[in-house]
């Protein structure tokens, strides 16, 4: 089974508004990343946050991680049209060298 | 630096047939992995590589699916025979060591089997 799962499945806001996603998971992990898809597209990477880390930013991006409730979350703010695409959260867990993607959230900007 | 390069970016064929499909990693990666992505399994892990070496194969769905890394720059994932469940979106994606958590994705193959 998925180690991740994202929630929503999707999204559909307005130009403008915050996007929020987020994504949990089953086991220990070393860190977590966040993957953008465009349509007919590669996944492209996003932002990684490490196991100890809490928080972290990236242009309009902001990510948080909670080890505890072993669950994490995409925040874009001031979207834009550009950003319509699909975004994957992906975990590295712990004594493996690979990553486990979640099913995504297909995020849907209207103008 | 060009990417992660795949070839060929589409691919239809006959069930039964043979299937090849290649990957050029970004040059200097030392790990290379291979996804499958079908709307309902999502994306996959199939086979990743280390130093051309193959780590991790048990994501390979059957015996149908081989992959190989002769060298550091080439990689191919070869389907024999191939079946109509075996149609999905294929990527390869290369990683750095000391990064190697951050994986550079190619275009991927899109394999239809009829």
């Known amino acids: 089974s998925q180690q991740g799962e994202e929630d929503p499945q999707a999204l559909s806001i307005q130009e403008g508004e915050n996007a929020t996603m987020n994504c949990s998971y089953k086991?220990?992990?070393?860190?977590l990343q966040w993957y953008r898809q465009n349509s007919g597209r590669g996944l492209v990477h996003l932002i990684l946050?490490?196991?100890?880390?809490r928080e972290k930013h990236s242009g309009r991006l902001r990510v948080t991680l909670d080890t505890s409730k072993k669950s994490s979350s995409l925040l874009i703010t001031a979207s834009r049209a550009a950003d319509t695409a699909s975004y994957f959260c992906?975990?590295?867990?712990?004594?493996?060298?690979?990553?486990?993607f979640g099913q995504g959230t297909r995020l849907t900007i209207n103008p | 630096d060009a990417g992660v390069i795949q070839s060929p970016r589409h691919e239809v064929t006959e069930m039964g047939q043979e299937v090849t499909l290649r990957c050029k990693p970004i040059?200097?990666?030392?790990?290379l992995f291979w996804y499958r992505q079908t709307m309902m399994r999502g994306l996959e892990l199939l086979i990743y590589?280390?130093?051309?070496?193959?780590?991790?194969d048990s994501g390979m769905p059957e015996d149908r699916f081989s992959a190989k890394m002769p060298n550091a720059s080439f990689s191919t994932l070869k389907i024999q025979p191939s079946e109509p469940r075996d149609s999905a979106v294929y990527f390869c994606?290369?990683?750095?060591?000391?990064?190697?958590?951050?994986?550079?994705f190619g275009p991927g193959t899109r394999l239809t089997v009829t």
């Open positions: 994606a290369s990683s750095l060591w000391g990064a190697r958590y951050e994986q550079y």
């Open positions: 086991t220990s992990i070393n860190n």
């Open positions: 946050i490490r196991s100890n880390e």
């Open positions: 992906a975990t590295a867990i712990q004594g493996a060298q690979k990553l486990v």
């Open positions: 040059s200097g990666h030392d790990y």
């Open positions: 590589f280390n130093n051309n070496v193959p780590i991790d």
